[in-house]
């Protein structure tokens, strides 16, 4: 129960934190949040890394992750998102480009292909896969310095983040009263297909309560119910696929948490791990399947 009551009263803090940065911030405040994030989670990404006893290049990632969601950023702001995947690749090519040269003075690393991989894989894992909340928060609207998020991003990115959060509630919920059978014990020895199921059932529910709630209106994007049930069943799976995704991470590094920095829920990157896979995945279907009205 005293888990219970740190994870909520975290969950709480966090969500107030989104929430006042989201719907009040200028837009330049919330990259600054967004860029804070990153850093952090990278920290806590090459700190496991570091336990597997392979060497990585941390501050170089970091640096890395910064000018990629910046540049996202950038394009975004002042060019409309056009031709952002291309400014990216460029950006990343970048990154490994200068992996690569970092390695070449180096005499005493015995793992040079192990540090360059793991590195990379840090920007692909984090800023990366993080950089879809700005394209999700950005894509849709009119935006500037300074003011606040538009409608449409603020919209998608509250519905992403309740339906999969409301995910990893419900499978905590249902598995610490009735989990008895083991999801991937050799994984995550706490996860169970009641906590699993659960997890869905709350996923789907929330996804079809902000769909009547919201009239199926996103702003400027329109969510039918057919939209409702799918998101509300693959979000919460993506969601539980980045959970075990780290845990194969934390596995590795032979951590329990990425970190201590929020209490009853470990480091950041294990209130991120969720919400990783599954925003690419609702970035794309917005952009693909749902009408702009």
Sequence with gaps: ???????????????????????????????????????????????????????????L?????IVLIGTTFY???FNGGANAAEYELAVLFGIFLALCIRQFPQKLNGQPLGTIACTMLGLLYIPFLFNFF???????????FFSSVGLTGRLLSFYLIAVVKCTDIGAFLTGS???????FPRLSPGKTWEGFSGGMLFGLLVSLSLF???RGHFGHKLMTL???LVLGICLPLLGMAGDLIESLLKRAG????AGTYIPGMGGLLDVLDSLLTAVPFFYFYTLWFLPTI
């Design 1 to 59: 129960m005293q888990s219970l009551n740190k994870r909520i009263y975290s969950s709480l803090i966090l969500a107030g934190v989104l929430a006042l940065m989201i719907l009040r911030a200028p837009v330049l405040l919330v990259f600054a949040l967004l860029a804070t994030i990153v850093i952090v989670a990278l920290l806590e990404f090459y700190a496991i890394i570091r336990q597997t006893g392979t060497p990585s290049y941390r501050y």
């Design 61 to 65: 990632g970091i640096a890395g992750g």
């Design 75 to 77: 394009v975004y702001i």
């Design 134 to 144: 700005i394209k999700l928060g950005l894509a849709w609207d009119h935006n500037n």
């Design 177 to 183: 009263r009735f989990g008895k059978h083991k999801l």
């Design 212 to 214: 009547f709630l919201c």
């Design 226 to 228: 057919t939209d409702a």
């Design 254 to 257: 032979g951590a329990k948490d």
